[in-house]
């Protein structure tokens, strides 16, 4: 028997009674051809061992098995969903382990051997959180990271400066990683669909990711906190706090204390947290 043998997935939601609960933010994908088509982003699989968070009913993980994952690790915090995920577990040659609990707690790097790759159709309401803990990890832990989120988080991902969508988000990734955007995914392809469409963002990571995401994280956090604001307003209290002069930083950055968050290319925040380092 293998994993195409198994029932459809909408079977398997009627069969084990998976209702969506939407506090868990539970939006599933019973398409398999969409499935596949997010499973194929992360090609190669083979010699690839991949997380997988919120695995739901098991349409991806499906997917990623058949696209021939060596190892596929499925964090779900809804125990509803484990013995559904267990029957693919007995088609799947001993390449899928089921771990029940919170992805936010679960230490990937430490269960799953490298190359390792992160593959999920994520939770809305955690699903960037769960993303800046990637790409601030020291080291980055990952070799490739293929998410579905809600439209507006995957622009914010990829957008560029003067973008509307720009902000810390796509410092943080983009000091860290190439990202792009795959595809879109309408609202209607989710079982039940959400309020919003979706899309399909990945990241790979730079060969020299910018070294001191904490720092960037702070700055970014100040920074883009007062969008509205000059640089010379919302960075003054990280500036006394860094014992620097606010106007010789800037300057010695090559950047206009009157500028504007949201017209900075990311390097301007890497210069300005680098600033920062020196001065310690
Ligand atoms: N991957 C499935 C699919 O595409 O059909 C389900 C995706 S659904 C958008 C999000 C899944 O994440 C749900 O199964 C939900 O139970 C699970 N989830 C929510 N919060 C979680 C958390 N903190 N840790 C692990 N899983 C979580």
Redesign the pocket.
């Known amino acids: 028997m293998s994993i195409k043998a198994l029932p459809s997935l909408s079977e398997t939601v009627k069969t084990h009674g998976l209702g969506a609960?939407k506090k868990?933010?539970?939006?599933?994908?019973?398409d398999m051809n969409l499935?596949d088509k997010i499973a194929r982003l992360a090609e190669p699989l083979e010699g690839h061992n991949v997380a997988?968070?919120?695995?739901?009913?098991g349409?991806?993980t499906r997917a990623l098995l058949l696209r021939g994952a060596e190892k596929v690790i499925a964090?779900?915090?809804?125990e509803r969903?484990i013995p559904a995920l267990a029957e693919i577990g007995d088609m799947s040659d001993g390449r899928l382990e089921i771990a029940q609990?919170?992805?936010?707690k679960y230490d990937i790097a430490a269960n799953l051997s490298a190359p390792r790759k992160i593959v999920?159709?994520?939770?809305?309401?955690?699903g960037t959180k769960m993303l800046i803990n990637w790409v601030t990890a020291s080291p980055i832990f990952w070799t490739q990271l293929v998410l579905m989120f809600q439209l507006e988080v995957a622009q914010r991902v990829v957008a560029q400066p003067g973008d509307a969508h720009y902000g810390r988000l796509a410092v943080l990734c983009q000091s860290v990683a190439y990202c792009r955007m795959a595809f879109e995914v309408p609202a209607r392809a989710f079982t039940p669909p959400p309020r919003v469409d979706s899309a399909v963002v990945v990241l790979d990571p730079m060969e020299t990711p910018f070294e001191d995401l904490k720092t960037l994280g702070r700055l970014t956090q100040e920074a883009f906190g007062q969008r509205r604001k000059m640089l010379r307003r919302s960075l003054r209290k990280l500036a006394e706090q860094s014992e620097l002069d606010l106007d010789e930083w800037l300057g010695s950055c090559g950047i206009n204390p009157k500028a504007r968050p949201e017209t900075l290319p990311v390097s301007a925040f890497q210069d300005m947290a680098r600033a920062i380092n020196a001065n310690r």
């Open positions: 609960n868990l933010g539970q939006h599933f994908l019973l499935t997988e968070i919120g695995p739901g009913p349409g991806l964090i779900e915090m809804d969903f609990g919170d992805a936010l999920a159709n994520l939770p809305y309401n955690v």
